[in-house]
């Protein structure tokens, strides 16, 4: 009796703490929390985050994957910006548009890591 009694606790205690890690990860396709526009001028590259459910403290990287003619562009890591819920930030970055493919993502505590290829 002790031996069943000390089974039925044990799954029960691992039924609970399963519970959260179950409820974490969710059921069905993963949708974007966020989109980035991408648009220049003479002077640079605005980078425009829209959140379509992403918030808080969130970080912009991006690195040039191919399609530069001469020079590499520079890579840009973990840059901060606070994202308000359903709203937009812009990022702007010195420099001329290269025609670059770039590997970019923007990462936040609400709403994940999404990935984008922009062209800039």
């Not at 992403?54 to 001469?70: I, K, M, N, R, V």
């Not at 890579?75 to 670059?100: D, I, M």
Request: aromatic letters at 12%; proline letters at 7%.
């Amino acid at each position: 009796m002790k031996r069943k009694l000390t089974a039925s606790i044990l799954a029960g205690v691992t039924a609970v703490l399963a519970a959260p890690a179950l409820a974490l990860t969710g059921a069905g396709t993963a949708h974007a929390a966020s989109t980035i526009n991408t648009s220049s001028d003479a002077f640079g590259v605005t980078v425009q985050i829209n959140s379509t459910g992403s918030e808080g403290l969130c970080f912009y990287s991006a690195e040039p994957w191919f399609g530069w003619q001469t020079v590499k562009p520079l890579p840009v890591y973990k840059v901060p910006f606070h994202l308000q819920a359903n709203q937009s930030h812009n990022l702007w970055f010195p420099g001329v548009q290269t025609g670059t493919t770039w590997k970019a993502k923007v990462e936040c505590p609400v709403g994940g890591t999404d990935y984008f290829n922009p062209i800039y």
